[in-house]
């Protein structure tokens, strides 16, 4: 009686999903083997100058002032016609200054709103930090899922913030998307955001397991509690998204990326939570059953 209601039903076409979601990483994984990522300065250290000209101002002027100091090859990204973002190799401080003054007296004046000096040790130190993030935030969530449902549960919602984790930065490193710290920021957000979406669909479940009727087959009240939860996830996720393309479109170079992190995390969020987590638990449940069986015979 349940399946009738639904359009189509979720679990009964989980080998679906699952195609989608590795035919979505698994091209991300390759790139990540073969190129890597485009790390920032945060990562491989260098200098950053975000800048503002008194006048319009073209890429080639200001690459021609950097070509006197042998940076011709510095990253110059230019947000309008006088704020620029130049990425160099790590600069002291009287290198920073000289080419801070030339770009200026060769430009008709700019002004400096922000300068950073980024050494290598400190990339390491954030990438540990990352991990250890990430892997506290997972023990955690496996423990609470545990106790608050299951820990098959757990461990399916994981293996779902890992599919988001993995589409993120796949993308990246297939498009060589340049990554700062705000980047690791973007990805511990997207793990809280999609554990929540996660865990409402669980509790909708326990709450439809509690008020089963005879006969009801797991994979029919899996699938009703999805389609019951589907347009609070779909609109949850709309709001958001509308925010972050508000601030792609608006909101300048600088979070550019985390914003971009965001807008495939989140999106990924909402897919994995849907048509991974729940499904990928009752396959878990399927091998339980299968393997009570051969536990009695032995």
Request: proline share 2%.
């Amino acid at each position: 009686m349940l399946r009738e209601r639904m359009p189509f039903h979720f679990i009964k076409l989980r080998k679906i999903w699952y195609a989608i979601s590795v035919l979505i990483i698994v091209p991300g994984i390759i790139s990540l083997f073969s190129q890597g990522l485009n790390m920032g300065i945060d990562f491989s250290g260098g200098s950053l100058f975000d800048l503002k000209f008194n006048q319009p101002t073209a890429v080639e002027q200001v690459r021609s002032v950097l070509g006197g100091f042998g940076l011709e090859g510095a990253s110059i990204q230019r947000s309008n016609e006088t704020d620029f973002l130049i990425r160099t190799r790590e600069l002291t401080e009287e290198e920073s200054t000289k080419v801070v003054q030339a770009l200026n007296e060769k430009l008709g004046g700019v002004t400096l709103q922000r300068s950073e000096r980024v050494g290598p040790v400190v990339g390491r130190e954030l990438i540990m930090k990352a991990l250890g993030a990430l892997a506290v935030a997972s023990v955690l969530m496996v423990i609470y899922i545990a106790w608050r449902f299951e820990f098959k549960q757990g461990v399916a919602a994981i293996i779902s913030l890992l599919h988001d984790v993995l589409v993120v930065v796949g993308i990246f490193s297939i498009f060589q998307i340049e990554i700062d710290s705000a980047f690791i920021a973007a990805i511990l957000t997207i793990i809280g955001y999609s554990i929540n979406d996660t865990i409402v669909i669980f509790d909708r479940i326990r709450e439809n397991l509690l008020n089963k009727k005879k006969g009801d087959a797991l994979e029919d009240i899996i699938n009703a509690s999805l389609w019951q939860t589907i347009a609070r996830s779909i609109n949850t996720v709309l709001t958001v998204e509308f925010v972050l393309v508000a601030l792609l479109l608006l909101g300048g170079t600088t979070i550019r990326s985390m914003v971009l992190a965001l807008l495939v995390g989140v999106t990924s969020g909402a897919y994995s939570s849907i048509f991974n987590a729940s499904p990928l638990w009752f396959d878990f449940k399927r091998l339980e059953r299968r393997g009570r069986p051969r536990t009695a015979r032995a």
